[in-house]
Every structure is written in structure tokens, then in C-alpha cells.
């Protein structure tokens, strides 16, 4: 616990600095030379904070962005300045201040444009932002984007979203996670309202965990990562959930053919002069494929449960001009099976307090809990109460993390800590044969995980802009539990086998790790249209997903570093030309951005791993090492009725474990060395909008029998290598067209729409893997000057969807 004191001590000391530099009148505080301009951008039609928000000083060339909750400081020389607020789709407002001695809170809010205005935006959010901005290999996602996108069943997506850009990738559909430049699923750090999401899919990877009528925000980061985060080594996933309208009760929804949709947004505690001080929002989904099929299931499928629902829900409170608090919460699960099935889900809850100490001085403190489990069932009915096996699994989260932001002339300075502490439940075991009942399973472990980081956004010059940081993790795998020390003499690919065990109490230290995290980006304008920009950042995790299977699947198990598991490094760097160009000067952007990655500490496993239930699987662990590194190429139309991007990806993703692949670097599972995306959206007129998506992609490792021999008229196959062959490559179209109904009067509130989509529209048949059978037939040979039959081999291309998937849904609001 010494860590989480350390960091509760932090927090303490640095409110007294903070107060130190707090004003008690900062709209009157006098000044000498610097004035400081501050305060809140909002959506003027729905009181939301807007996050990214550009506001510009025309006099000095200058400029910041809102932050996560849509705050602004600039400090400037006393003087009067024109400041110009302008965020993608909504109209510019120019603003003329005097800042002349006196400290000036100003509060905006922007208004939409309208339809003709609204360009279709992923990756940025003011027109020149990939030119301008600090920083490099992120995509920012408008939900305005997702939402027009052609989706699977009608169900507008944030996972299979970004699976769009360029870097990210899937091994095939219905997996469950993503994958960015060359990472892991697990290596990705997806938070909802600063909570941690362990696994953002529903029904197998299909669907994602994300309300998209909940969602305000979704910002990606896969190079160049900030100091402010931590804990995995490939990417961050930021999604943001609404705060609630406060400016008016609005209900939303959507009726599909196989899930439903609800939300509420009301005001909250509205004070004398009818300006609301809080608001709420609370969405529901359901699916209820299982309830259409229960007429026409029969036998062992009668009563098969198969559906997933999930209820999102987020409230604030503006106690005063310096204090706004939220609490957030998400309740997700998935239901699959029939006699025999399984559950999983997240739960996620984070509290978090903003408080402005004065007009540069900005704190965010949050709590959160999250908790991810699953359960294995043998017989869902209890139709045979004496005999049954179940299993339960999880992992669960308690944090703490102050977060402040001083705004410095030309110096953004970030700084704070964070504390996790962790709970492992490998698995809870009960098993009955003949009623007699047996309980059994593996300890709970616990971790640590503290940090500490500071780090700057500098102006250097007109020109030359600079991030840099640094963070400190400290990582404490404790008691109670037992540690193992396995033999050391044994061949690489082998088991390895405990010769001793110790014993550790409660809190006990059994392992540490520490490690200093360096962070450093760079941009340089060549000029207006034009920037380079460079990264290098080195990143830690602490926790491993443990699976060996084709693709991730919700029942993998989730374990610490301990004494035998080291935690997994990765250092990254990138560097990219950016550019925009057309006749408005940004209807077009284009980047070209490379990047290398190392990674330590990539676990592995013996050829026959048991990863079930086992007390002593980290002697079937492999330690290795990986490397990946490629290109990625991406243009994007900005303006016109027709818009959207092209991405190409040129990738390549290795792996070094000694014992494997006979000591050769071998392709990962998730390896591609090939993508290209494509989307295109186009607005027809006020009430028809059409889009289309195509994906293209080289097929992904798989290992393969090279040859084999006969042993009791079975085929026995022999493997020589790792991921030595690929699937045929995956390409698929997906059409859709968007109707908005007319209103019947100019004042009605109702609006709707219907959405006409295409999955996989030219029916290809995509191998989500190829396996291996005997086949029924046998072929004749001649042995021994004798005719005999002997069994052959058949290969099995297995596919998720093998046809055309069209679907209706209807959306309304009011």
C-alpha cells in the first residue's frame, strides 16, 4: 500500500501549491504584462463540453485546444486581441477581447451549421488539425461518421469503426478486440470515461460494448502516446460518453431487426433564472435474436439462450463556476448457450471531480471500479442437478488518479500520478458427478500498479512545436498467495516443472518491477499546408492475456507479472509528412507516417500448454520477443456532398521465442502484411445520403501440417515451423442509404430516419481459418507391387458470414 499513499500524498500537497496559485476574484485579478483568457466551450444544443475545440489568436499567429471537458486558457501580453473558436461542423465565432490588465473568463457556445456545411470528419477536428497539431498516429472518430457508416444488422459500431483506419486491424470476424501496429489485443488500453474496458465486444466480436447513442467521443492513439497514459504497450482507445442534455428532456432510440435501442437525456437541477446546473443520460440496448428463433427451435435448442443487452448511464452536477463532478457507469452481458453455455461481462463505474484553482490551473481526479468476468456452464437448465461442471473467472480494478493542467505561456504542463490495484480470479471451479459435489480452482492474485508523470506541450517558435515527458510505473505482485521457482535446466519448448514453493501473507511483497517510461514527440511546419512531425515513446504492461487460441475469445484469462512473468516493454518510434490541399486549401489531407516498434517480454507456450485450471502454468509459459514495424498511407475529402478516406497499410509483425519455429523469427497470428480501406459517403439531397465501405486484406499466418505418416489407418500430421502458411486474403463490400423522414411542421419535434443496409453485399466467402480432416474418400497406391487404399487429407475453409446479411432499422428522436 505504500505506493497508493505515496500517491494520495501527492494529491495532497499539490492542492496547497495549486490554492497557492488561486485568486480569489480571477475575473478582477490585476496583472503585469500577462493576462490570461479562460473558460468553458459548449454545444449550444445540448450544452455538451467539446473536446478538441480550436481556439485561434489572430494577432499572434497562436493558439490551444479545448481539453476532455472542454476548457481553454490562453495567456497572452495585455492588449486586444480577435480570438476565433471554430470546431469542425459548427459555425466560427470571432470574439474581440480586451485583455488590458485583467483577467477574463469567457464561456462559448458554438452553434451547428447546417446540413450543406457538415463535412463528414474522422481524424480531425478543426480543418488543419493533422497539419497544425502536435500530434501523430491518432484518429479521432465523430460519431456524425460512425453513425452514416454502413454497419453490420444495422448497428452503428466504434470497434469495427476504427478497424477502417489505417494501423488497426482484425485477425477476422468474429474476434473478438483489434489490433494496432502489430499488437496484441491485450496490448490495447480501451477506457470508457476513464475506466478500463477488458473486453469491448459483444456475441463473439460482432458488436462492441459502445452505445453509439451514448458516445460523445472516441480518440485512438497508436504512436506518439502522452505521458498522462499508461499500462499497455500498443495503443490507447479514449471513448467519452455524453454528459446528458442539458438544455432540454430528448428521447432517442432505434428499432432493428434483431436489437432495440432507448435513450433519455434530461436537465437537472435547474436554478432561479432557468439555467440547468447538471443533466443525465441513461441508453439501453437488447437483443432479441433469441426470442424471434424460439418458435422455430426444437430439441436440444429448445430454450437456447442467445442475446446480449447493456445499459449506459452518466450524470453531472456544476456545483459552481470551479467545481463540476460526474459519475459514469456501464453494465454489460452477454448470454450464450443452451443445456451448455457461458456469460460474460463489464461493469465499469468512475467518479470524477473537476476543480479550476484559477484560470491556469486545471484538475481532474477520478475514481473508477471495473470488473470483467465470465462464467463456463455445463448445464445452463439444471436439467441433471447431480452432475454438472461450472467455472467463473474474472478480473477486477480499484483506482485513483489526480490529473492537473497548468497553462503556461506557450508551455502546456501536464502532471499527476495514479494507483490501480488489482485482482486476479484465475478461476472458481464446482463440479458434481453422481451428487457428489467438488468445489476446486486457483487462487486470487493481487497487484499494485502505481505511477507517477509530468510532461509539456512547448511552443518552441511559429514553427517548431515540442511534447515531451516522462512517467515512472511501479509495479508490486503481492501476498497472499504461493510463488513458484521452476527448474532452469530444461530444453527451450519444454514444461518445466516447480522444485520450490513459498508462502506469501497478505500484502507480502513477492516481486517488483519498475520502469522509467520516456515520451517525445515533435512537429515542424514547413509551411501553412504542409508539417513533419516524429515520436518515440517506451511504454509497460503489467498484465497478460493468457491464450493460445486462433483468435481472442472471451474466456482467455487475464494474469499478473509475477517472479516467472516479466512485464511486457515495447519502445516505438514514428515519424510522418503531413499535408492538406484542394481548393479550399484543407478539402483534402493526407498523411505518410512510418513506424518501427521493439517488444520484450512477449509470452508464449510450449507445444500442449495446459492454460486450464492450471496451478503451475507459468512453467508453460515462453518468454520472447517481437518486432513490428511498416507504412501507412491515408487521404481523406473533407468537403462536398461526397466525402470520406482511403488508407493503406504496408505492415509487418514478428516474433522471436527461443525453443520455437526451430529458433527463426516467425509471423505473428495477427500478421498482415496488406490492408486498404475505403469509405465513401455522399449526400444526395436533404432527405438521401448514401455510404460504402470496402476492406482488402492479405490472409493472416496459420500453421499447417508439412507432412505426416499413417498410424492405425489414421492420418498423423507433422508441423515443421510456426504460422508457416496464410489464409486466402479477406475482402468485402457493405452498402447502405440513409432516408430522413420529412417534418409535418417546421416546429415538430420528432425526427427520424430509416437506415437500408448491405453487409458483405457480393457474398464473398471470407476464411475466418483453414483446418485439416480425413476425408471420407480414400486414394488407391501401389505398395509392394500390391493395390491398397490409404486415407488422404482434406482442407476445410471455415467462413462467419458466407453471404449477403441485408438489414432494416428505423431511428427516431424527440
Known amino acids: 500500500m505504500k505506493q497508493f499513499l505515496h500517491l494520495l500524498m501527492l494529491a495532497l500537497l499539490a492542492s496547497p501549491f495549486a490554492r497557492a496559485q488561486e485568486s480569489p476574484e480571477p475575473a478582477t485579478r490585476r496583472t503585469t504584462g500577462q493576462v490570461t483568457v479562460s473558460g468553458y466551450i459548449k454545444d449550444a444544443a445540448n450544452g455538451e463540453g467539446l473536446i478538441g475545440v480550436s481556439v485561434f489568436v489572430k494577432e499572434t499567429s497562436s493558439g490551444v485546444t479545448t481539453n476532455s471537458y472542454g476548457f481553454y486558457s490562453l495567456t497572452l501580453p495585455a492588449g486586444t486581441y480577435n480570438l476565433v473558436y471554430s470546431y469542425v461542423g459548427f459555425s466560427k465565432q470571432n470574439r474581440t477581447v480586451d485583455l488590458t490588465g485583467e483577467n477574463v473568463r469567457l464561456n462559448i457556445e458554438l452553434q451547428e451549421e447546417g446540413r450543406e456545411l457538415q463535412e463528414v470528419t474522422v481524424s480531425t477536428k478543426r480543418e488543419d488539425d493533422n497539419v497544425k497539431s502536435i500530434e501523430m498516429s491518432v484518429n479521432t472518430v465523430e460519431m456524425r461518421t460512425i453513425q452514416k457508416m454502413p454497419a453490420l444488422l444495422g448497428e452503428v459500431d466504434v470497434i469495427r469503426s476504427i478497424q477502417l483506419l489505417p494501423g488497426v486491424s482484425t485477425v477476422g470476424e468474429g474476434a473478438t478486440g483489434f489490433n494496432v501496429r502489430g499488437g496484441n489485443v491485450d496490448q490495447n488500453l480501451v477506457l470508457l470515461d476513464e475506466a478500463p474496458v477488458y473486453n469491448s465486444s459483444h456475441l463473439f466480436g460482432f458488436f462492441s460494448v459502445f452505445n453509439p447513442d451514448a458516445v460523445k467521443d472516441v480518440k485512438l492513439i497508436k504512436g506518439g502516446i502522452p505521458a498522462l497514459y499508461g499500462g499497455r504497450i500498443s495503443s490507447i482507445l479514449d471513448v467519452r460518453m455524453k454528459e446528458g442534455n442539458s438544455k432540454r428532456t ?175 480470479r484465475p478461476g472458481e471451479a464446482n463440479a458434481a458427478s453422481g451428487g457428489d459435489v467438488r468445489s476446486f480452482g486457483l487462487e486470487n492474485k493481487y497487484a499494485m500498479e502505481s505511477a507517477l508523470y509530468i510532461g509539456n506541450e512547448q511552443q518552441v517558435s511559429p514553427r517548431l512545436q515540442l511534447q515531451y515527458g516522462l512517467r515512472y510505473s511501479f509495479y508490486n505482485y503481492m501476498g497472499p498467495g504461493e510463488a513458484y521457482e521452476f527448474q532452469t535446466n530444461v530444453p527451450p519448448n519444454q514444461r518445466r516443472f516447480p522444485v520450490k514453493t513459498i508462502d506469501y501473507g497478505r500484502n507480502e511483497t513477492i516481486q517488483t518491477y519498475g520502469n522509467w517510461e520516456p515520451r517525445f514527440s515533435a512537429k515542424y511546419e514547413l509551411n501553412q499546408t504542409s508539417s513533419l512531425k516524429m515520436s518515440y515513446n517506451r511504454l509497460a504492461q503489467y498484465l497478460h492475456l493468457i491464450s493460445n487460441t486462433t483468435a481472442s475469445t472471451p474466456l482467455d484469462v487475464w494474469t499478473p507479472s509475477t517472479n516467472n512473468i516479466k512485464p511486457q516493454i515495447a519502445d516505438q518510434v514514428a515519424g510522418g509528412y503531413f499535408r492538406n490541399f484542394g481548393p479550399t486549401g484543407s478539402e483534402f489531407e493526407a498523411s505518410v507516417e512510418v513506424y518501427y516498434k521493439w517488444l520484450q517480454n512477449q509470452v508464449d507456450y510450449i507445444d500442449g500448454a495446459d492454460l486450464l485450471l492450471n496451478k503451475y502454468l507459468e512453467g508453460d509459459l515462453l518468454n520472447g520477443k517481437g518486432r513490428a514495424y511498416g507504412a501507412e498511407f491515408y487521404v481523406k475529402k473533407n468537403r462536398g456532398d461526397l466525402t470520406g478516406w482511403l488508407s493503406y497499410t504496408l505492415a509487418k509483425t514478428e516474433r522471436f521465442v527461443e525453443g520455437i519455429n526451430n529458433n527463426r523469427w516467425f509471423p505473428t497470428r495477427f500478421d498482415k502484411r496488406h490492408t486498404l480501406n475505403a469509405v465513401a459517403l455522399y449526400e444526395l439531397n436533404k432527405r438521401w445520403s448514401f455510404s460504402a465501405t470496402f476492406a482488402l486484406a492479405s490472409g493472416t499466418p496459420a500453421t499447417f501440417p508439412t507432412n505426416g505418416f499413417l498410424f492405425q489407418n489414421r492420418l498423423v500430421g507433422i508441423v515443421n515451423g510456426r504460422n508457416n502458411y496464410r489464409i486466402p486474403p479477406y475482402h468485402r463490400l457493405d452498402l447502405s442509404a440513409t432516408l430522413e423522414n420529412r417534418k409535418k411542421r417546421p416546429e415538430q419535434k420528432w425526427e427520424s430516419n430509416w437506415v437500408f443496409s448491405v453487409y458483405n453485399a457480393y457474398a464473398r466467402k471470407n476464411p475466418f481459418s483453414v483446418f485439416f480432416r480425413q476425408a471420407e474418400d480414400k486414394r488407391t497406391v501401389t505398395m509392394n507391387g500390391e493395390s491398397v487404399q490409404i486415407p488422404v487429407a482434406e482442407a476445410i475453409r471455415y467462413s462467419v458470414f458466407a453471404t449477403v446479411i441485408p438489414s432494416v432499422t428505423y431511428n427516431f428522436k424527440f
Open 250 to 424: 430528448t428521447v432517442s432510440g432505434g428499432i432493428g431487426l434483431i436489437f432495440s435501442r432507448l435513450t433519455l437525456e434530461q436537465p437537472l437541477f435547474k436554478d432561479k433564472n432557468g439555467q440547468s446546473r447538471g443533466s443525465f443520460i441513461i441508453a439501453g440496448r437488447r437483443s432479441y435474436a433469441d426470442i424471434l428463433a424460439k418458435p422455430f427451435l426444437s430439441g436440444d435448442l429448445k430454450g437456447s439462450r442467445f442475446y446480449f443487452y447493456d445499459l449506459t448511464a452518466k450524470a453531472n452536477y456544476r456545483i459552481n463556476d470551479k467545481n463540476t463532478i460526474y459519475a459514469s457507469g456501464y453494465l454489460g452481458r452477454d448470454v450464450f448457450g443452451a443445456d451448455f453455455g457461458f456469460n460474460w461481462g463489464n461493469t465499469t463505474t468512475s467518479l470524477r471531480w473537476n476543480h479550476v484553482f484559477s484560470d491556469k490551473l486545471f484538475l481532474n481526479t477520478t475514481v473508477y471500479y471495473s470488473n470483467y468476468d465470465y462464467l463456463l456452464d455445463s448445464d445452463l437448465k439444471r436439467k441433471n442437478p447431480n452432475d454438472f461442471f461450472n467455472w467463473k473467472s474474472g478480473i477486477v480494478n480499484y483506482s485513483v488518479k489526480p490529473d492537473f493542467t497548468l497553462f503556461l505561456k506557450n508551455n502546456t504542463l501536464t502532471f499527476g500520478g495514479q494507483a490501480i490495484i488489482n485482482d486476479f
